[in-house]
């Protein structure tokens, strides 16, 4: 057996095998009880829009409408597992990144990589893979993000979060059942982030927000009625200098939103939002220099000073209509310029895209008389074309020597269907399928003498179908089964071919990740009698079974990618939420997940039983809070991710860790004018973690040099782990006043 492999993590020193047995499986029964235990009966309900305090008594579950399923649906009339957090759930936050939004949602793992906007973010296990050298900083594979409806994934998968902004952010809407069928690529969860709030008078607001590590956060909103409909304007600035090296980073984010009711039957919404985004890229460090400085930068990361610099803005335009008493079709269009420079393994990288794209979607809601009761069809489809220049890299800056002149284009468009049979009152049959289409094109173009143009094209195809029954055995609870196709094709950057492939530039073994989901899940709510301690409990439940085919694994730390037959995932998510009178609230959510191959090999072994890096088995969130009616609010919370596997071969792993959370606010209204004051302290306890790895982890040295080289003797340990922030306090104040 090989040593055991230490790392400090501040409060305590853990050993653990280079190969343990238990890690990624659930051999611990009373553990799995007792943490199933504690989710039900002290718990609240992600799946819950946030209302005011005085007013919770009135709203009931089935209430709460989804807009992210393509067609909409009240909570409970829905067979998959939905989740939604409003603004109160992360008011008391720093507000960075979508980690201070999604910590706490049952089969979510948000975490923030170096304590900012970039974030690892994976639903069941969905998006596990982009971490590593070639897996873009502050992108999300596998998982459909969309900002009020419109697309912020690209054609190939990969999803930028530069447009996100949660201090414009009202409500996020989650989608954990695999949502392909109406999605399409990339849709193993979807994420709908929306925008623009509620009001029926003008204001203006600002807020200001400060904390360690040099954290400061700007912002300024203004909203005012026009006619029928409403206008907002945003701007932000954030910036942090980072508790590592070189991991500063700075945002400008200005958006504005107009909805107007052109008439009785159609409502129009114009967007724009535009970000300034930059992000210097510490990497990942070794077990021993993680014990050693958490604090300090991977040395070759620092020393090409790998960043990020993107200028982004999206132009959105989305008309409804109703053009009959049943019958409405939705028109969804998008332009998104981006111009994006990288310095990155060892070239500095200068991008020019374009994304266009829209959506057609049309839905017809019978009145309850016939068996056929609900049918949404569509087509929809986007595009990003444009060049990349690959630079020498001197000094982390532009050199004068151009190594490569490249365009790079990803296309993908599908058609589908959905249609709801009520089969009887309480029982309904949702039927679907969707065809989509992906392609890829590779043109390099001659950047020297004796270079020649060459251009290659990759065609993807897949068909994702639907089944599930809901069945609504009482008004406040529904239980439903459903099986769902998904495919994810990889990214534009997994597509490069093999070493050994001298006459392609796209690789030609690369397959859609297919996979099959069959979920059980059951929802409700529970008022109490007025005369209760307790208010309202609100729960749910889903256990799955994911089947993959093909799964798109990195390999030799991403130097190029491969399909890796068939791997399986059995899960199980629990949340809830209860609400006692006086105005305290207990919320928790709990995930087990285990992941394993079940059918892969290559030249380095057969991983055959082993555990799919990156997916964390368990992950438990309670929060605990108290918000009456004198204006004072606080909450503590604990966070708690199991150990997982960074590598195939199972001989790296994350250790577990558990941080605790802590916050306080306090809120007045002064005449016409909204003064709210919070502060908070995340991880109280100081405790030392990594918060993210990197995935099949290389050591093969790049220049020269190795990202993973650990300064010892023989093969160089690997670099995975990205250490979190220590104990890091903030505070900040929110002003709004009514015009």
Known sequence: MKSPVQLNTGRRRL????????????????????????????????????????????????????????????????????????????????????????????????????????????????????????????????????????????????????????????????????????????????INIETMPWFTEPFAGTTHLFGSYGFRKHNVNLGTPLGKGRVFLSATNSAMEGYRQHSASQTTNIQTTLTAELDETTRLKLSAIAANHRLDIPGPLTVEQFNA????????????????????????????????????????????????????????????????????????????????????????????????????????????????????????????????????ESLRLVLGGRFNRQVYLSQDFASGARARETRDELVLGHFTPKAALLYRFSPNHSLYVNVSGGVEAPAFNEVDPPPHLTNVSLNPFL?????????????????????????????????????????????????????????????????????????????????????????????????????????APLVFNIRIRYGGGSGFSSELGLEHIGSYYADDANTVMVPSYALLHASLGYALRIGAFHLSTIFGVNNLTNRRYAASAFINPSTVRIDGASPNDGGGRGQPSPAFLEPGLPINPYGGVDIRAEL
Not at 544 to 550: E, G, K, L, P, V
């Open 511 to 615: 397959k859609p990740m297919a996979s099959t989901t069959t979920e059980v899940g059951l929802k409700g709510v529970e008022p109490f009698a007025p005369t209760s301690f307790t208010q309202m409990f609100s729960y749910s439940l889903a256990a799955y079974s994911i089947t993959i085919r093909d799964e798109i694994v990195p390999f030799n730390g991403g130097a190029w990618f491969f399909s890796a037959g068939r791997s399986q995932r059995y899960g199980v998510e629990v949340g809830g939420r209860l609400d006692f009178r006086g105005g305290f609230t207990i919320k928790s959510a709990l995930t087990l997940l285990q992941a394993e191959y079940k059918s892969y090999s290559n030249e380095l072994g057969n991983f055959a039983g082993k555990s799919v890096p990156g997916i």
């Open 15 to 190: 050993a653990f095998p280079s190969k343990p047995h238990t890690a990624g499986r659930f051999d611990s029964p009373p553990a799995f009880v007792l943490f199933v235990f504690l989710s039900l009966v002290p718990s609240g309900l992600n799946a819950q829009e946030p209302v005011p305090e005085d007013s919770i008594m009135t709203v009931t579950l089935d209430e709460v409408v989804i807009t992210a399923t393509r067609g909409g649906g009240e909570m409970l009339q829905l067979p998959m597992a939905v989740s939604v957090v409003g603004t109160r759930d992360f008011f008391a936050s720093r507000r960075i990144g979508l980690n201070d939004a999604l910590w706490a949602m049952p089969g979510v793992l948000a975490q923030s990589r170096t304590g900012g906007q970039d974030v690892r973010l994976t639903v069941r296990g969905f998006g596990a893979r982009g971490n590593g050298d070639r897996s873009n900083a502050a992108t999300v594979r596998g998982i459909k993000v969309l900002i009020d409806g419109f697309p912020e994934t690209e054609p190939d998968g990969r999803t930028a979060l530069d447009l996100v902004d949660l201090q414009t952010t009202q409500r996020i809407e989650v989608v954990r059942s695999n949502a392909s069928t109406l999605f399409g690529n990339a849709s193993g969860g979807i």
């Open 293 to 424: 400085d958490p604090s300090r930068a991977n040395p070759v990361y620092a020393a090409r000073r790998e960043r990020r610099h993107n200028r982004t803005a999206r132009f959105g335009v989305q008309l409804n209509k109703e053009i009959a008493e049943e019958h409405s079709i939705e028109v969804l269009g998008y332009l998104t310029p981006k111009i994006l420079v990288r310095s990155e393994r060892g070239t500095y990288r200068d991008f020019n895209r374009l994304h266009v794209g829209g959506g057609l979607v049309y839905n017809w809601h019978g009145d309850g008389s016939s068996l056929l009761n609900h049918v949404t069809a569509g087509v929809d489809g986007s595009s990003q074309d444009g060049t990349i220049l690959f630079y020498t890299l001197v000094n982390g800056e532009r050199g004068d020597s151009l190594r490569t002149n490249k365009r790079e284009a990803a296309t993908t468009y599908g058609a589908f269907i959905q249609a709801e049979a009520k089969l009887m």
